[in-house]
Each structure stands twice: as C-alpha cells, then as structure tokens.
Nanobody
Framework: VQLQASGGGLVQAGGSLKLTCIIS????????VGWFRQAAGKEREFVGC????????VYVDAVKGRFTISRDYFKDTVFLEMNALKPEDTATYYC??????????????????WGQGTQVTVSS
C-alpha cells in the first residue's frame, strides 16, 4: 500500500483547503485512515481519523466543526476538508492507514503506512 497526499498550499486565515489522500494497493485490509499534522519544531499530532468499515469519524477538539474527513470509497481516496483555517493550523499534513485492529487510531503507532505529507500554510 502506498499513500499520496496532496492539496496543500498557502491560504489566508478564514479560508479553506481540501487535502486528498490517494490509497494505492487496495484497502481490503484497511481498518482506519488517519490525518496527522506536524508544525515546525513540534511533534506530529493527531487531527482526525475515519474508521474504514462504516465511515465513523473522530476529530481532535482543535478542529471539530471546522475539518471534515470524507472518502470516495470506490476510488480509495480520502479527503480532509478544512474550513475556517487559522494560522495555528499551519503544518505539514500527513495521511496514514492502519491494518491494525482494536486500536483507537489516535496515535502514530496505530498506523502502519504513511504518505509523504503536504504543506499547509495559513497566513494571518
């Protein structure tokens, strides 16, 4: 399985971006898809995830109501739609997939495949 994240860019505060994560190699063993971000000088942090079976989503409090994870099930593609962006959302965003079961999928260790990251910069 390989992941390709795209869609990052420079946007003004209050604007929107939609990130795309294309999953190559099939999702037959996928239990969850997560989005993480890493700001300069900080550790990578959980943004949200989608449980592949059923599509249930979970978000970190900082993005609830502003970010939405969705998918095109038949194209093995997951999206992270980001609205009302704030300068503190500036980071490199990563998508990841997990074949592990029985996890919360809130932690990096819950995932076994990572994409290359896409930069999101929000100007004030």
């Amino acid at each position: 399985v390989q992941l390709q994240a795209s869609g990052g860019g420079l946007v003004q505060a209050g604007g929107s971006l939609k990130l795309t994560c294309i999953i190559s190699g099939g999702t037959g063993s996928t239990n969850a898809v997560g989005w993480f971000r890493q700001a300069a000088g900080k550790e990578r942090e959980f943004v949200g995830c989608m449980h592949w079976s059923g599509g249930r989503t979970v978000y970190v409090d900082a993005v609830k109501g502003r970010f939405t994870i969705s998918r095109d099930y038949f194209k093995d593609t997951v999206f992270l739609e980001m609205n009302a962006l704030k300068p503190e959302d500036t980071a490199t965003y990563y998508c990841a997939t997990s074949t592990l079961s029985g996890r919360t999928y809130y932690w990096e260790v819950d995932y076994d495949t990572w994409g290359q990251g896409t930069q999101v910069t929000v100007s004030s």
